[in-house]
């Protein structure tokens, strides 16, 4: 027994024994190996906190988003033609930071500020200056929001009226160069007689398609979604006040998105006193692919100048090859303004995703007509616009 409890002693002395040396020579190993290894993991460290946004607190997260969408814009007014390189303001190019943080299981508070990098503005160029109003930054977000699950959420600051976005309810993602209401480019363009002296109206006097309460200083609430739909309303800027529903569903093989809103600009009287009224509507039908999307709007002037346009574009989105979906669209549009005249839009072009560089490449034509008041006839436009637009 003795013999045998003295065995037991010895084989554990031993196992405890080369425990402590494997730990020791373990413990040595991760010593010599340790010099390079925390060297290379401190300078990873270090690459990583380069290339990282801080922020003032771990309690509200950051986000960094933005994207860049850069454009050759050739265009004929009948009498001359070129091409330049310009931002597409269909979609402006921008940078934002924007976070949020959870107050409860059904209470957040966030933020959102967002800078426009404009270089030679589409919408501001014209046949005698192909810079626009030259580079420049504008701020177009500055908001503070609080939200409820249940509740919905208030949001105030520089943020969109209700009206916003009411014309621009599109599922087919030609937004980018086909934009639902306004020309965003070629706006500063003279209309020319056939003659070749310039008319007293440029382009965007007949298709501005102003007819939304955009971005301002107000207050605005949003209806948490319901069965696809959502209601929302803001007042602000003295005596600005709008109302809009939008919607967002499927119907078996159909994708839908809507959008109704009405607004008032009281602030000033006189012209720029308006009312406006505005809707657009989209549906695709997913197998296929093919959409139709339409938008209208109105703006009825204090001074009884009406402004007034209307657009059908119609297409399919399929995915033909690797890189993404693509997208073929033909458009037609009518503008009118009361004081000037009417005019007509007819357009076709392609959007091409890839979808590996979260970008999108696009080419479209539009051919312009316009009818003025004066009875004097005009020259058409035609414009061809090429891009890219890449998000980050």
């Known amino acids: 027994?003795?013999?045998?409890?003295?065995?037991?002693?010895?084989?554990i002395a031993a196992l405890v024994a080369g425990g402590m040396m494997v730990a020791t020579t373990g413990t040595a190993s991760a010593a010599d190996l340790g010099g390079d290894c925390c060297a290379d993991l401190e300078e990873r460290v270090a690459t990583l906190e380069a290339t990282t946004a801080r922020k003032g607190n771990r309690k509200v997260?950051?986000?960094?988003?933005?994207?860049?969408n850069q454009s050759l814009l050739i265009w004929d007014n009948g009498r001359d033609s070129d091409a330049y390189v310009v931002d597409n303001d269909s979609s402006a190019s921008r940078i934002g930071f924007r976070g949020k943080a959870k107050i409860n299981h059904d209470w957040s508070a966030g933020y959102r500020i967002e800078i426009g990098t404009y270089s030679a503005e589409s919408d501001r160029v014209d046949e005698n200056n192909d810079d626009g109003d030259g580079n420049r930054l504008d701020l177009r977000r500055s908001e503070m929001y609080i939200k409820s699950k249940t509740l919905g959420k208030v949001s105030w600051g520089l943020t969109s009226h209700a009206l916003d976005s009411t014309t621009t309810q599109d599922l087919s993602g030609t937004h980018v160069v086909a934009r639902n209401g306004g020309l965003?480019?070629?706006?500063?363009?003279?209309?020319l007689n056939t003659n070749g002296a310039a008319s007293t109206a440029d382009w965007g006097a007949i298709f501005d398609g102003d007819t939304e309460l955009d971005?301002?200083?107000?207050?605005?609430?949003?209806?948490?979604?319901?069965?696809?739909?959502?209601?929302?309303?803001?007042w602000g800027e003295d005596d600005e006040w709008s109302v809009a529903a939008f919607y967002k569903g499927r119907f078996d093989q159909f994708k839908v998105k809507a959008a109704i809103g009405y607004g008032e600009d009281q602030e000033d009287s006189g012209a720029s006193k308006s009312e406006n009224f505005n809707g657009s509507a989209s549906i695709m039908h997913t197998p296929t692919g093919i959409f139709v999307t339409g938008s209208?709007?109105?703006k009825s002037k204090g001074d009884g100048v009406d402004e007034t346009f209307y657009q059908i574009k119609a297409g399919v989105q399929q995915r033909w090859n690797s890189l993404g979906k693509t997208t073929l669209y033909g458009e037609y549009v009518n503008g009118e303004t009361d004081d000037v005249g009417e005019g007509d839009i007819y357009g076709f072009g392609v959007v091409q995703k890839v979808d590996a560089a979260a970008m999108e490449l696009y080419a479209g034509f539009r051919h312009y007509e316009a009818d003025l008041n004066n009875g004097v006839a005009t020259e058409d436009f035609v414009t061809v616009v090429t891009g890219a637009r890449i998000k980050f």
Not at 215 to 232: C, E, H, L, Q
């Open 1 to 11: 027994m003795i013999g045998e409890f003295m065995k037991t002693k010895l084989s």
């Open 61 to 68: 997260s950051l986000q960094i988003y933005g994207q860049v």
């Open 184 to 191: 965003r480019y070629v706006e500063d363009f003279a209309i």
């Open 215 to 234: 971005r301002r200083n107000v207050i605005r609430y949003d209806t948490p979604t319901f069965a696809g739909f959502k209601v929302s309303a803001s």
């Open 296 to 298: 209208a709007g109105e």
